[in-house]
C-alpha cells in the first residue's frame, strides 16, 4: 500500500495573479543529497559556469530532485541511464551550487493520483514487474525493483512543486523567482499513455500534476519542448478544454503522433496544438512556433500554471533525433513560456547526450531564475518555416472563433 512520505499541502488556491507569488521557504528546505551530481566533471565547452549570484537574482527557484532517480535501473547500456539527471543536476549546479543544497526531496504520488491519468491495470503491471526483480514494459521500456518507486516519486516530484508554489503563495511576501520549478527526475513521462507505459516512461509525470490541478478547478498549459512527440499527454486531454497541450517535436520520428491535424476532439477541439518539424530544423523556427502559434494559443487560454515537458534530446549533438537546437535555445524557449503563466514547473524529459543535456539544463535553470545563459550561440537556418506558417493558419482560427 502506498504510503504519504510527506505531508500533504493542499493544492487548492487560486487569485494569484502576479508573478511575484512568493515562497519564501528556502531557510525551510530540506538538505538533498546528490553528492556526486553537485562536483560534476567534464565540463562542455563554451560553459561559463559556478556562482552567477551577487545580487543578480533571487536563488529561490524551487529545486526538486531525489537520488532514489538513480536507482531506476534500465541495463547495460540503455540511453535512458543515471547519467543524464547527474549531467541534468549538474547543469543546475553550474548555475548556483547553492540550487541543489537547497533542493527538495519529492514525496511519492499516491495511486488515486495516478489513477487520474492511468488505469489500474497498467499501475499494476509496473508495480508487479517491480516486484519480480524488474523487466521489460516493451522493446525500449525497462525497469528494475526500484524503478516503480522511481516512477511514483518522479510524479511525485511535480506534484511536489505544484504543492510548494501554492503554498508559496499564501504564506505571501512578494519576492521574483518563488513561482518557478525545476524538477529533475526520472523516469521521464510523456510518453506513457493512460493505458501503457512506453518509449522509456512508466508514467505521465506531468499528465498527473496537471489533472490534479485541473481537478482543483485550475486552468493548465503544457508545452512539450521534447524532440518526440508526448503522445502520452495528448492522449490524456484529448477531449478536455481545462488542459491545453501544445508540442514542437521533430515529425516523423518516434512515436509517429503528432501531426498537423491532431488538434483535439470534442469540447478540447483546438486545445491540442502540434507543431511537427522536419529533421534538422533548429531553434529559430521552434522561436517562430512558440511566437507565431503557441504564444497566442496559451494566451488564449489564460492558464494558471504552465508545465514544461523539457527534454534536451532536441539539442544538435543528441544521438536519437535529428533536430539541431542549441542549449541556450532552450533557454530561450523556457523564456517566451514562463511568460504566460502566474507559475512553471519545468520537469525533465529526454536528452541522451550527456554534455548537451548539461548544458541545456544549465540554460534553462537559468531562465527559471530570470538569468539570459548562453552557454553556446543560439542556432538558426534550418528547415520547417513552412510547419510554422500552416500551424499559424489553423491556430489562427481557433483565435478567430
Ligand atoms: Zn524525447
Not at 529545486?63 to 532514489?68: A, C, K, Q, S, Y
Not at 493512460?194 to 478547478?217: I, Q
Request: with cysteine; proline share 7%.
Amino acid at each position: 500500500m502506498p504510503h504519504n512520505d510527506t505531508p500533504r499541502v493542499p493544492v487548492g488556491l487560486r487569485g494569484c495573479g502576479s508573478r511575484s507569488c512568493s515562497l519564501r521557504s528556502r531557510a525551510a528546505r530540506a538538505t538533498a543529497s546528490l553528492g556526486s551530481a553537485s562536483e560534476p566533471d567534464n565540463t562542455p565547452p563554451g560553459l561559463a559556469p559556478k556562482r552567477v549570484g551577487g545580487g543578480q537574482y533571487d536563488p529561490a527557484m524551487l529545486v526538486i530532485t531525489d537520488e532514489r532517480f538513480l536507482d531506476h535501473d534500465t541495463g547495460y547500456r540503455h540511453p535512458e541511464r543515471p547519467d543524464r539527471l547527474r549531467a541534468a543536476l549538474a547543469g543546475v549546479a553550474d548555475v548556483d551550487t547553492e540550487l541543489l543544497a537547497g533542493g527538495r526531496s519529492p514525496r511519492r504520488a499516491e495511486r488515486d493520483e495516478l489513477e487520474l491519468v492511468h488505469s489500474a491495470a497498467m499501475i499494476d503491471r509496473v508495480s508487479a514487474i517491480a516486484e519480480h526483480g524488474g523487466g521489460h514494459l516493451d522493446a525500449d521500456t525497462a525497469m528494475g525493483p526500484a524503478s516503480f518507486d522511481a516512477a511514483r516519486l518522479a510524479a511525485g516530484a511535480v506534484l511536489s512543486a505544484v504543492e510548494q508554489l501554492a503554498a508559496g503563495t499564501e504564506s505571501s511576501g512578494p519576492a521574483r523567482g518563488d513561482s518557478e520549478a525545476y524538477c529533475l527526475v526520472r523516469p521521464p513521462g510523456h510518453h506513457a499513455t493512460p493505458s501503457t507505459s512506453m518509449g522509456f516512461c512508466l508514467f505521465n509525470s506531468v499528465a498527473v500534476a496537471a489533472a490534479l490541478l485541473a481537478a482543483d478547478g485550475q486552468r493548465v498549459a503544457i508545452v512539450d519542448v521534447d524532440a518526440h512527440h508526448g503522445n502520452g499527454t495528448q492522449d490524456v486531454f484529448w477531449d478536455r478544454d481545462d488542459v491545453l497541450y501544445a508540442s514542437i517535436h521533430q515529425y516523423p520520428l518516434y512515436p509517429g503522433t503528432g501531426a498537423l491535424g491532431e488538434r483535439g476532439a470534442g469540447a478540447g477541439e483546438g486545445c491540442t496544438v502540434n507543431v511537427p518539424l522536419p529533421p534538422g530544423a533548429t531553434g529559430n523556427t521552434a522561436r517562430a512556433a512558440l511566437d507565431e502559434v503557441i504564444v497566442p494559443a496559451v494566451e488564449r487560454f489564460a492558464p494558471d500554471w504552465m508545465l514544461i515537458s523539457a527534454g534536451y534530446d532536441g539539442h544538435r549533438a543528441d544521438p536519437l533525433t535529428g533536430l539541431g537546437y542549441s542549449a541556450s535555445d532552450y533557454g530561450d524557449f523556457v523564456r517566451r513560456l514562463m511568460a504566460l503563466a502566474p507559475r512553471t514547473v519545468a520537469v525533465l524529459e529526454g536528452g541522451y547526450d550527456l554534455d548537451a543535456t548539461r548544458a541545456s539544463s544549465y540554460a534553462v535553470a537559468g531562465a527559471l531564475l530570470g538569468l539570459d545563459l548562453h552557454p553556446e550561440p543560439a542556432s538558426g537556418a534550418g528547415p520547417g518555416m513552412e510547419v510554422v506558417e500552416a500551424a499559424a493558419r489553423l491556430s489562427a482560427l481557433d483565435g478567430n472563433r
